[in-house]
């Protein structure tokens, strides 16, 4: 289960670490309603900010040097502002030097800095704590040098290069987007090409999103996510020479896709049809959540997850069972896996008074065919980085 986050006790802990006192910084995890694998793609996308948050509380120091401690993590890290650390550690450290550096290179300037970091966002659990750690932790430290009023849209591309430079994946702008400007009862429809977005309530009335991590962890999901930014590459570069002005997926037609086809290797087809399939989906569900049109959104959710599954092949059996199980039950609008796929998490819209009969089918199935306990939590939408008050 997940663990609350107490400030207080966390500004205390920092005090006795650092003997001074510290300001408070958090950024929330995500989940992705609809728009899945679409934002490196140049595509549209509908997160919205969940209620588990990364917490870091800060203080300048008077050298140049930035400590971090992780209370999920043993060994502290520490880096020189002015001297450039090895990329890839394969720890935490690569998070907060890629976010430093990225924010430097942007031309903000960075002070030295005692970070102590805590998370409620599950690890490796497809809700993105790695981009609530690059937004809690890049909001500090430009807050500490006084850039505290920094585009956020800015602080987002800095976590998005922290992935690509010093972690090692080339993730879209999604996660870190949403981690930076989630807005208290929207979702967020991002155009992941011009980086604009429009907020979408979440009048949801009787309704409720249910998140189902189904605590399953795939080694494929690094390598395999790459793999398919490569297939969708090829595809562009295929159709590009026959499609003047093409530059992405997103330029792409349905129509224009299935003309073509017969130039696109097989595999490449299918990937490019989720991806021009999936933009279409999450322009029409957002509008239908725009209406209250649960029912329409519901079905969207649901030809994602097909799409996902059988075109893109991201999916797995335990998120498929999960999907399967939710929507045997009455009151179900729609169910989806969400995030990059290979495990993680589903995404369901159902019900309020169904929610205990989802529950305990979507367990009930995955503890029988799988062994596997999931959690199931509701999540409202929540606000982004922000600086805590106290
Ligand atoms: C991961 C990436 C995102 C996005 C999703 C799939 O979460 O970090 O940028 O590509 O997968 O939609």
Redesign the pocket.
Known sequence: MSRRISIEALRADFTQRFGVTARVFSAPGRV?LI??????NDGF?LPMAIGRRTFVAASPRSDRRVVAHSLTVSAPFELELDVEGPRRRGHFGDFVEGTARALLARGIPLVGANLLIDTEVPLGA?L?AS?ALEMAVGLALASLAGHQDMSRVTLSLAGQAA?HEYVG?L?????QYIAALGEKGHALLIDCRSLEQRAVPMHLDGASVLVCDTHVKHDLASSE?NLRRADCERAVSILAKSLPGVTALRDVTMADLERHAHALPEVVHRRARHVVSENARTLDAAQALERGDFERFGRAMCESHVSLRDDYEVSAPELDAAVDAALTVPGVFGARMT???FGGCTVMLVRDEAIPAVSSAVSEKLRSEFGRDPEIFSSRAHGGAREESF
């Open positions: 992705n728009g899945e694998h679409t934002d490196y996308v497809g993105s981009a992935e994946t993730c879209g702008i999604m996660d996510y995030g990059g796929g």
